[in-house]
């Protein structure tokens, strides 16, 4: 009788053996085929984690981006607007010469206006302040000091309000002789200083300061002439 496969036997040939690992220079046992699927497993997840922050890190820029472009930035000052003219109105009872007080156009505000002391004691120099910002939305403060026998030097006070920068010019403006501080292109730190004026008429010293441009400078100036033209000789402090 002829021979036929066995029932139950294998099919096809011999099966096949396992593949040796190169690594190894054998063929992996059970345990090294699971820990290495387990461990490519790990590997597959703890990319897939990262690849995941990245991802979440990117729409987070994404979203930032979009709120940035998206939502109206309000570039105006919040800084509360002072209506300096009433201030310097009710400030003129206590100051001993005529109070500095600029009609300028609409666009220029105001956010402090005030009496204030430099140094202190018997010696102190009291100014009047008008913090103004500009049509161009810079800096320009104004600065009206009184001198008096007993007050400090104005030279000094002039010479601490400009940071103790050096004078580079003279110019007229509506009849009154101003000396020119223009430090806009220096690299030292000159605070509000970047430009100034500054110009004395009887007992009062004015010093203009700020970022503001030239014209706006100017303009500053010529609106204040009458009141330096009004100065008195003299001035008497209370202390």
Known sequence: ??????????????????????????????????????????????????????????????VVVVIVLLVPRDNTSHLQTVDYRSVASSAQAAFPVPVASPDLPSTYSANAAEIRTSGSGSTAIPYWYIGLTTPSGAYLGLEQAVSTASTGNIDDWVAQQVHNTAAIDVTTIDGIQWTVY????????????????????????????????????DQVASAISTNIQAQPATAEVSQ
């Open 1 to 62: 009788m002829a021979g036929g496969p066995m029932p139950g036997g294998p099919r096809g040939g011999r099966q096949k053996p396992p593949a040796v690992v190169a690594e190894l220079g054998r063929p992996e046992t059970h345990e090294e085929t699971t820990a290495r699927k387990a461990e490519n497993s790990r590997k597959y997840r703890a990319n897939k984690t990262i690849n995941n922050l990245w991802l979440s890190l990117i729409v987070c820029i994404a």
């Open 182 to 217: 223009d430090n806009r292109q220096t690299a030292n730190d000159v605070g509000n200083a970047s430009y100034a004026l500054t110009t004395q008429s009887g007992a009062s010293t004015y010093v203009l300061l700020g970022t503001a441009t030239t014209e706006e400078f």
